[in-house]
Every structure is written in structure tokens, then in C-alpha cells.
């Protein structure tokens, strides 16, 4: 009469492989299952008492932005210049000197034009996973170490990117589902095209609070999927994505 997890990331098969299976103790922590070379946790497996799993929710947390800048480094933003941040970094080459990249960054993020030919203008790429603070490393050893879904949405709070739909399943009986990330606000737009940088009518404003994304928990069928499938329904406010897999 207790729940069954199974977890199947489908991601395809390469050597080395993404995967590397591990079981991990010390002090609290006492996990086992599958986890990402280098990384210190489980990112797919159980513990005595909840097992997890993930899929990806696909959101659309990705968007570019056409800037203005000019000769001195500087990019306009609602009618004023503001100084754009360099930062050099310097790429070892084997057997060849350093190559170094002068990294710009507006507001909006890094430049990828300046690495990317035919783009035609600045283009400025913000991503949730490159905000200056990520604490999706302390999420994980948080689920590691937790002890029922009190516990288990507790960590999934500080879960940053990517945004993952969480399946979740403990010896009490208790199946759960949340889909954890910083899933942004738009000023305006939907992010499908790029959008004028400088008038700040697109910017992200936030993020979705937690109490608001997508999760369950013992819903009345008795069983949860996911599969990269759409999450929520039409009538559901924030925009995740415009692109699902097949249900």
C-alpha cells in the first residue's frame, strides 16, 4: 500500500556519461541514487524516508534584449547612459597564448552578440541561471537530508535553475509534486523575440513567488507523471512556456 517512484530523465546516452551513480553519507546526510560528476548531493534518489525524481518543466526563463551602446562602452536605458561591465576573461589554450574576451554586460545580461556573428546589433541575453545569486547547490543537500514534504518544499524554495518538475514519494504513504526555479514576470511581452532594450517596457520584474508555482500533493487519482508534458492549465496566470512536449 505505499507509493512506488520511478524516474526516467531520459536524457541520451554518452560517454562520459551525465549521469553517476553514488550513494553519499556524512552526518545527516544519507543519500543514494543518481548525481552529476563533481556536484555534492543527489540529484535523483532517496534517502530512509522520501525518494524524488525530476523532469524538466521546459520553462521559458531565457530572453534577449536589442541594446543601444555606444562608442564608450555605454548603453542607454529610459533615456539615459549608463557604463556597461567589462569583465575579462582569460581562456587557456593548449599549446597557444592566452586568448582573453572583453565580457560586456548591460542590465540585462552578457553581450552574446559579441561572440556570435550575424546577430547584427548588441543583444544582451538574461537568464535566471546567471543572476548573481544561486542557491541550487544548498537545495540539493537539503532534499537530500529531508524527512517528509514539509521538509522536502522547504529546500525546493531555494531552488534556483533549471526548473524541474519534481515528483516526490515517502514512507508515509504521501506522493507529492512541485516545480521548483525562478520562473520570471515580464513588464510586458512574452519573451518569444527580442525586445528593445533600452525602454525597459519588457524588463523581468520579479519572479513567480513559490506559493504559486505549480504543485501537489496526495491529489484525489491517487498518481502523478510527468514527462516534459504541460503542467498546468491555460487558465493558469504566469507564463512557463509556449513549447511542451507531447501530453
Known sequence: GKPLLANDPHLGARIPSIWYLAHITGGKLDAIGATLPGLPGIVIGHNQRVAWGVTNTGPDVQDLFVEHVN???QVEY???WEPLEIIPETIKVKGQPDVTLQVRVSRHGPLISDVIDGTGQPLAFRWTALDPEDRTFEAFLSIDMAQSWDEFTGALQVYGAPMQNFVYADVDGNIGYYAPGKLPIRAGGDGRAPA????????????????ELPHAFNPPQGYIATANNKVVADSYPPLISNDWAAP
Open 71 to 73: 562608442d564608450q562602452n
Open 196 to 211: 528593445e532594450g533600452w525602454t525597459g517596457a519588457n524588463d523581468w520584474t520579479g519572479y513567480v513567488p513559490f506559493a
Open 78 to 80: 529610459k533615456g539615459a
